[in-house]
């Protein structure tokens, strides 16, 4: 069985962007964080053993992050 891989969009306070996406990054599960444009101010792609697992990494670490305010968990299908 494959890990669970998820993107998860992020949206942080005015001027947060960067210091969030340096947090986020740093996190054991996460492969990258990106600041983009847009509706989101960073995109996060994670990783773990499970959608379980992956769902306690977003809900007890990533949402954690101070300057955060709202994420959007996609997890990634094989189809």
């Known amino acids: 069985m494959s890990a669970a891989q998820a993107y998860v ?3 942080t ?3 947060r962007s ?3 996406a340096e947090e986020v990054g740093a996190i054991d599960g996460v492969i990258a ?5 847009g509706n989101y101010d960073v995109i996060v792609l994670a990783e773990a ?3 379980d ?3 306690r990494l977003v809900v007890n670490q990533i949402q954690l992050i101070n300057g955060i305010t709202r994420t ?6 094989h189809l």
Not at 72 to 77: E, L, N
């Open 9 to 11: 969009l992020i949206q």
């Open 13 to 15: 306070d005015v001027g």
């Open 18 to 20: 960067a210091q969030v």
């Open 33 to 37: 964080a990106h600041n983009v444009t």
């Open 49 to 51: 053993a499970s959608m």
């Open 53 to 55: 697992d992956l769902g």
């Open 72 to 77: 959007t968990t996609c997890s990634v299908v």
